[in-house]
Nanobody, 115 residues
Framework: QMQLVESGGGLVQPVGPLRLSCAAS????????MGWYRQAPGKQREWVAG???????FYADSVKGRFTISREIAEKMVHRQMNSLIPEETAVYYC?????????WGQGTQVTVSS
């Protein structure tokens, strides 16, 4: 059983940067895929970015070039740097881990993009 805890959310001005972090309670194995999702008010949860065991990263088209996902295996941490945020990206951001069998979710952290 893995527990995930997000941090770093809050209020950010448009075009501003924000860094989110996710702490895992168990070892992030090379076979574990870590990812970030978000859910805006009134919308379905959507996948945003992922990092595979080998270190390959993948991004939704809407965030390519602006978001960067990284991880620190020894520290059991996953980070996401978000740049040039727009108000429409106001949402609850969730950390996710998938080990090929089960999905694990964090409780989510609110990100509000507003001036």
């Amino acid at each position: 059983q893995m527990q995930l805890v997000e941090s770093g959310g809050g209020l950010v001005q448009p075009v501003g940067p924000l860094r989110l972090s996710c702490a895992a309670s168990a070892t992030i194995f090379s076979t574990t895929v870590m990812g970030w999702y978000r859910q805006a008010p009134g919308k379905q949860r959507e996948w945003v970015a992922g990092i595979f065991g080998g270190g390959n990263t993948f991004y939704a088209d809407s965030v390519k070039g602006r978001f960067t996902i990284s991880r620190e295996i020894a520290e059991k941490m996953v980070h996401r740097q978000m740049n040039s945020l727009i108000p429409e990206e106001t949402a609850v951001y969730y950390c996710n881990a998938w080990n090929g069998v089960s999905h694990y979710w964090g409780q989510g952290t609110q990100v509000t993009v507003s001036s």
